[in-house]
């Protein structure tokens, strides 16, 4: 991160990496600090089940019945996202042909990461990863686009609440930019010009 935060936030941050390595297994070896951030990702592991939100300029489109996952190695799996909500981000519309891909895409599985974890009294706070990826498939060719991801200037971005067993995440793609792996070339699509913001709130069933 940029700027300079606190112990436990910089623990935890390492914590997330060092969770794939043997050392992190030793409880004797650990922090109290790494200890209570271990337990914070143990408590928000598990299925969930609520509702999206999606927001351009001043519309905002609701989407019910949302499912993810979390599970032990920090991976958040939404295993429904809707990406045809991205086509709200190109203001040509139908003149562009993003528009036209991303207005047919169908729902399907969204992988982010949580990059940072800060235990607080009754809740815990995440950060997510600032970005993500999926591939396109069109009538003339097959492409990834990765989408890059801001959270409005806040130090944290995301919540769990321990006693009700609700997660709250929010996330802003501001650009999305296309990757030929076999040209080895990023195009970022200009079309997209209109930044959407997803905001999802369940529970843990």
Not at 85 to 114: H, M, W
Not at 176 to 205: C, N, R, W
Request: net charge positive; charged share 20%.
């Amino acid at each position: 991160m940029k700027r300079k935060i606190n112990t436990t936030v910089v623990v935890a941050c390492a914590l997330v990496i060092a969770l794939f390595t043997a050392n992190c297994s030793k409880d004797n070896d650990m922090t109290d600090a790494e200890k209570n951030a271990i337990q914070a990702l143990n408590n928000i592991v598990g299925n969930y089940k609520g509702n999206l939100a999606a927001t351009y300029g001043t519309t905002t489109t609701n989407w019910q019945g949302i499912n993810w996952t979390v599970d032990k190695n920090s991976t958040i799996t939404v295993n429904n996202f809707p990406y045809q909500l991205l086509a709200d981000g190109v203001s040509k519309k139908s003149a562009s042909s993003l528009y036209t891909t991303l207005v047919n895409e169908k729902q399907r599985p969204l992988k982010l990461y949580i990059t940072t974890v800060q235990p607080q009294d009754n809740k815990v706070f995440f950060n997510l990863s600032s970005n993500f990826k999926f591939d396109i498939t069109t009538a003339n060719e097959t492409y990834e686009l990765t989408g890059a991801v801001s959270f409005n200037n806040k130090q944290f971005n995301s919540s769990y609440t321990m006693n009700n067993s609700e997660m709250q995440m929010q996330f802003t793609i501001y650009k999305l930019v296309k990757i030929k792996k076999a040209h080895a070339t990023a195009i970022i699509q200009e079309d997209f010009d209109t930044p959407v913001s997803f905001y999802l709130e369940g529970y843990k069933m």
